[in-house]
């Protein structure tokens, strides 16, 4: 794409100001004094924290870490005595400390997988060791947070290697970093507090002059706003902290305005990735209220609605692992501590969370005193529609069906999946339907793309096509063009109706009978011929297969691993898991029905597809009774024979 004289500018002055950066190597003027911060008394917080669930989890992790033993997404990596910080230890290859510029970090074969090597420098495992430090009163906490600390800046100098190549990654470091000064700064010896804080400016400095403004526009630009607004809120004493602070205060509301629509929902499309906004957000806020409370409290319904009954995040689009504080724990909790400091910040809403959580994040956000909170009383979620996003969430609970009826995300949808009119579904804790998660970014393309690809979803591939096309590991092509034909939200069902249209022409009606039957009809059209027509249900367990019925006609095959049968719940690991497919050659159209019951204890019997005299079709279900779920132009309809 051609780029803009504009952005030409702003690319060479960003050059030139990298590299006057790598020659001057800038330090911090000798009459500055070490400051406190205007943060939480993070003393207070660890007192009444003292002898929780949550101390108990800090403490048995900084034991780990003290071993070197890194909880690193979902792996553990041992990297002995001595950490090598640019070598990525699951893949071996290990960069030099040359300036950052040429390094190929893109490049699995040279670097390794670069996201392997910057969790470990995101440095958040130091924070745990502080809050550890809170808690027992250790010193040798502190004194192994200064080894690593020493041991880092050492292997990596300012603007020389693959720790300074991402702006977002220079972000983390320093918003950790602030906590670390927060919670053990005053520990640290007076020499190397010197150092740590010139080596906290230069992040500033690199930042200020490497924001993402025409590279990776979205939760990177706005991390690296609340990051350098951070730090020039917390440290007013490093030369240019008022310019810091008022450009990422506004890049921050900028990107309110840009990244999240009108329903709460964030412009990517990713569940994980609305977290990590939120959460930036938050945070921002928090550090200096800001004017976008309204938006805030829609990006916690949404979360709220995708955690459902069961208070777990339903997986859509990239799933990177990470976390903005406190990265430890399953994964599909982590909305539990966001959803809770939204829930200290605007009180009385009716959002499900519980005291807990307030713990890995709200109390050190906000204070000791968010601990005494209790939760609102909260009646039943009823099912919605957030139309911007397309996601409908149907509710019964403890029964939660989601179905993905939007399009993939803004512009070229880097952290989107082809997964258009997918559905996910649960029952309380058991997982009937899941998503399979991602995986991995550059460490291999093949199973990149298949992560993300259709197959990979409860949804329907045409001809083995994929509902968009790959430009790389971030970018699509030929985006589905996806409508929602029609809506219903009652107490005793909920109807949706929704298309994608590629080159053949996928609609999907959605009939939830609550609070337990799910009848789904997709209707494949397009060119004339043969097609072969997929349809893919992936299971949370094997158990679940008993759960889903199809016409005895579709004879549908069941497998785990190769070649559709994979999740992965957490980034880096991926487990074989069973997979339903339906696969149907057919001149088009084609229709191809299935139900699923989500009652505690299934009861399904028989599927007939029928056509009626009125042009619509009836999938009938056979049980204790009879249900006709019919399905025409005009909605669905359920007739109990």
Known sequence: MPRSVREIAFRLRQEAADLYLYAAQPALPADIQPPALALPDAARVAARLRGSAFAAQVEQLAEEILRHRFPVLGLTLETGPQIEWRKDYLHGPSTQPVYFRRIPYLDFARVGDHKMIWELSRHQHLVVLAQAALFTGRPDLTGEIVTQLEGWMEQNPFQCGI?????LEVAFRALSWIWIWHFAGAAMPPVFQRRFLTALYRHGLHLRHNLSVYFSANTHLLGEAVALHALGLLFPAFPGAARWRSLGRKITLEQMDFQVQEDGTHFEHSSYYHVYALDMFLLHHILEPAPYTSKLQLMASYLDALLGPARKLVSLGDDDGGRLFFPYGPRDEFGRATLATCAALFPGQPWYWQPPDLAPQAAWWLGEQILALQPAAVKPDGSRLFRQSGVAVLNAAPAQVLVDAGPLGYAGAGHSHADTLSITARLGEEEVLIDPGTFTYVGDPRWRDWFRGSAAHNTIRVDGADQAVTAGPFRWAGKPAVRILAWTARDDFDYLDAECLTAFRHRRRVLFLKPALVFVLDEIDGPAGEHIVEQFWHLGDAAARR????????????????????RSPVFGVRLPTPVIRVVRTAVLPALLPAV??????????RVDLCAETNGGWRIQWEGERTIRAGFSNEGGWVDLA
Do not use: V
């Open 163 to 167: 720790h300074w190549t991402s702006a």
């Open 547 to 566: 759960r889903i019925l199809f016409p005895e006609s579709l004879a549908p095959e069941f497998s785990e691993g190769d070649p559709h049968g994979w």
């Open 596 to 605: 699923i019951d989500l009652a505690p204890q299934p009861r399904l019997a």
